[in-house]
């Protein structure tokens, strides 16, 4: 069992940055694939980022290359989502995952945190 709680949401102007972080419950995070994920208003949730439990492996989604960076921290238990130059399409509720070895979906997601990117 894995319970995650994301933070470091907020309103910021476009532009600015944000770090995200997600906290993890458990023994054996360092095992699970952890990834970030949103939903703005009206849409579906859409994929952000994946990094593998070593962290040597990271995915992005190809609109979001360049600008958010996904890193963790198994010490810690702790993923984050670093977002570079955040602009108004960035608007939604940011939520972390995680998806055991071996398992082909997530299965434990945190409760969510918004980011609001005025211009």
């Known amino acids: 069992q894995v319970q995650l709680v994301e933070s470091g949401g907020g309103l910021v102007q476009a532009g600015d940055s944000l770090r995200l972080s997600c906290g993890a419950s458990?023994?054996?995070?360092?095992?699970?694939?952890m990834g970030w994920f949103r939903q703005a208003p009206g849409k579906e949730r859409e994929f952000v980022a994946r990094?593998?439990?070593?962290?040597?492996?990271?995915y992005y989604a190809d609109s979001l290359k360049g600008r958010f960076t996904i890193s963790r921290d198994n010490a810690k238990n702790t993923v984050y989502l670093q977002m570079n130059s955040l602009e108004p399409a960035d608007t939604a509720v940011y939520y972390c995952?995680?998806?055991?070895?071996?398992?082909?979906?997530?299965?434990?997601w945190g409760q969510g945190t918004q980011v609001t990117v005025s211009s």
């Open positions: 995952a995680a998806r055991a070895a071996g398992a082909s979906q997530y299965g434990y």
């Open positions: 458990g023994r054996s995070f360092s095992t699970y694939t």
């Open positions: 990094i593998s439990w070593t962290g040597a492996i990271t």
